[in-house]
């Protein structure tokens, strides 16, 4: 299938940090961008940050200068560090890429994970 599977979800203290990881189905050729989105129940699904296969990034003021994203091409996996974490990043985080599937053709397509939670306590 045609996928991305976040992991590195948890529980952790105010202050704390967490490795989000965003693997990469093989049958998925390449990635023009990968980003991380996070939602809270009953609240709509906000963006966090988002990197090009080029190394542009972009991120939520919420968490600029504590969040870092990141990309490894050659084992298919982004990456969300999260440091100094707040209660207020509690939320399930979602990975979302634009990819490129061959089949007869080249194909854009965008895609989501089934997302991985976590939880900030103060």
């Known amino acids: 299938q045609v996928q991305l599977v976040e992991s590195g979800g948890g529980f952790v203290q105010a202050g704390g940090s967490l490795r989000l990881s965003c693997a990469i189905s093989?049958?998925?050729?390449?990635?023009?961008?990968m980003a991380w989105y996070r939602q809270v129940q009953g609240k709509q699904r906000e963006f966090v940050a988002q990197?090009?296969?080029?190394?542009?990034?972009n991120y939520a003021d919420s968490v600029k200068g504590r969040f870092t994203i990141s990309i490894d091409k050659d084992v298919k996996t982004g990456y969300l560090q999260m440091n100094s974490l707040k209660p207020e990043d509690t939320a399930v985080y979602y990975c979302?890429?634009?990819?490129?599937?061959?089949?007869?053709?080249?194909?854009?397509?965008?895609?989501w994970g089934q997302g991985t939670q976590v939880t900030v306590s103060s």
């Open positions: 093989d049958s998925i050729d390449s990635i023009n961008v």
């Open positions: 979302n890429a634009d990819i490129y599937i061959f089949n007869g053709r080249l194909e854009p397509h965008n895609i």
């Open positions: 990197i090009t296969t080029t190394g542009n990034v």
